[in-house]
């Protein structure tokens, strides 16, 4: 009996982790280009943005919450990025501008939830088409180009042969990680999403704790606006669209629960690198599109009635 249980144990923590290992054996023996340096690279650098946006979304969800507004938010940073990276300010200022404005609607989300009492659904949705809106403005709805070469070389540049756009996410995820997991405040956010009545009668602020994951989500939503722009070269308010919908797939793939309460870092990166290589692996196996945007919703919808369905048996 004690080893069936450490086996479902062991499925329930690793089993994310197993499914990409095989995935990558298959796509390799389909494709071995998948495995060329140059193609790993790629992949790197696709997964960094999203990871960094599910690793702000994690947070949000364990605490009980849900966020679309985030791939706006990326847009509107990203936005006011390239309007202040074109030499005439040093990089720190368009890194703080686009930061900055990330937490503004990350603040303006959480205390709208907390305070407000609407709905996360409802009240994300109001500033995902807000917001949106504002990054139209911001640059009277035409990509804002001739950012530095400086702010360019921020996504471009590699550290020993690794993109540093796969570092900025490693960093990111590891002061998740660790938040989460050695804080106070991290347990708080746990006990959030998992009674939020019973964390109130405990003593904890959870008004506060509620708003500071929307604030994190937003945070790092700007901090992805900014690397986006560095990437691309240019200040698209168009871009980023349905980025929200990764970051949620990444994090529900990765293991964190939408009834919150549940979930972890190490997960989530799991769950971004699934998702980038699913789609990678479409693409050099000439797959249109339009499948992938098919096989990504099969995959939410998978991954959440695995969640159900192990809810239920726990109960």
Not at 50 to 68: E, K, P, Q, R, T
Not at 97 to 116: D, Q
Not at 143 to 148: A, E, Q
Request: aromatic share 8%; glycine share 12%.
């Amino acid at each position: 009996m004690e080893k069936k249980w450490d086996l479902r144990r062991f499925m329930s923590e690793y089993f994310i982790f197993v499914i990409f290992i095989v995935l990558v054996i298959i796509l390799t023996i389909l494709k071995p280009s998948f495995i060329q340096p140059s193609n790993l690279v790629n992949i790197l650098k696709q997964a960094a943005i999203n990871g960094i946006l599910a690793s702000g979304m994690m947070f949000v969800i364990i605490a009980g919450g849900f966020d679309m507004s985030v791939g706006s938010t990326v847009a509107f940073a990203g936005v006011l990025a390239a309007l202040l990276g074109n030499g005439d300010y040093p990089l720190i200022v368009p890194l703080i501008v686009a930061m900055l404005a990330g937490l503004a609607v990350g603040i303006v989300n959480g205390v709208g939830v907390a305070v407000g009492n609407l709905p996360p659904f409802i009240m994300t949705l109001g500033s995902m088409t807000a917001v949106r809106g504002m990054a139209l403005l911001a640059c009277n709805g035409k990509p804002v180009t001739g950012i530095s070469d400086v702010y360019k070389s921020v996504a471009a540049s590699s550290l020993f042969g690794v993109p540093m756009l796969a570092i900025y996410l490693i960093i990111v995820i590891a002061i998740c990680a660790f938040v989460l997991a050695k804080t106070v405040y991290g347990r708080r956010v746990y006990a959030c999403g998992g009674n939020l009545q019973a964390a109130t009668v405990a003593g904890i602020n959870t008004t506060l704790i509620r708003i500071s994951t929307f604030a994190i989500a937003g945070l790092l939503a700007g901090f992805s606006g900014f690397l986006m722009t560095s990437r691309v070269t240019i200040g698209q308010p168009t871009a980023a669209e349905s980025y929200e919908l990764d970051a949620i797939t990444a994090c529900v793939v990765g293991g964190v629960s939408m009834s919150g309460g549940v979930g972890k870092a190490r997960g989530v990166i799991i769950g971004t690198l699934l998702i980038t290589v699913i789609a990678n692996g479409l693409d050099i196996l000439g797959v249109s599109s339009h499948w992938q945007r098919i096989v990504k919703g099969l995959i939410i919808v998978i991954a959440v009635l695995i969640d159900v369905r192990s809810k239920s048996n726990n109960d």
